[in-house]
């Protein structure tokens, strides 16, 4: 069946993989995730309501890049 405008390609694999490797993480670390990614708030932003430096909050980010690409690339190796 053809995709439509209202149905973007999903790939199914890759959506469970990242899933997966949100509900590993930390709730500190889920909920930077989620704000900086989902919710579209700045690093400014996210640093001004935790009370820490935009260098924190940029450290905090990659490192959570870092164990989200790792338990992606994993999960995905262990695909069928």
């Known amino acids: 069946m053809p995709e439509t405008a209202a149905e973007p390609a999903v790939d ?3 959506e469970h993989a990242l ?14 995730v989620e704000w900086f990614y989902f919710e579209r708030r700045t690093q400014q932003e996210i640093a001004a ?3 820490v430096t935009v260098k924190s ?3 905090r980010l990659d ?13 995905l190796k262990n695909e069928p």
């Open 12 to 14: 199914r694999p890759l």
């Open 19 to 32: 899933e997966a490797a949100l509900d590993e993480l930390e709730p500190e670390g889920r909920r930077l």
């Open 49 to 51: 309501d935790l009370g």
């Open 63 to 75: 490192r959570l890049r870092d164990k989200l690409r790792q338990r992606i690339v994993r999960e």
């Open 57 to 59: 909050v940029a450290g």
